[in-house]
């Protein structure tokens, strides 16, 4: 398998509006993630997309928001990543033992 088909899924929970992003850490197995951007036409989906891209090391469209678009609760998909992978890179950054 290629790094291009590799994926892997998250679930995050987000704060938006808040004033400054951030990955948070580990609450309710969802990865909490702080953004900046208001909940208002997918401005703070975007935001999510482009700072888990950035804090993974991948291209921003690598990754995507696949489920719960108008909710806190989503679920994005990781392209690049295997789910051992994303798993290792969440120990490593410290938001999972």
Do not use: C, H, W, Y
């Not at 703070?44 to 806190?72: D, H, P, Q, W, Y």
């Amino acid at each position: 398998m290629t790094k291009a088909e590799r994926t892997a899924d998250l679930l995050v929970r987000v704060q938006p509006g808040a004033s400054r992003q951030r990955l948070v850490g580990m609450m309710d197995g969802a990865l909490k993630i702080a953004v900046s951007a208001p909940p208002e036409k997918g401005k703070a989906n975007k935001a999510v997309e482009k700072l888990l891209a950035s804090e993974f090391g991948l291209a921003s469209g690598a990754v995507s928001v696949i489920a719960g678009e108008t909710s806190r609760r989503k679920r994005v998909r990781i392209r690049g990543l295997d789910q051992a992978e994303l798993e290792a890179l969440l120990v490593r950054k410290g938001f999972v033992e």
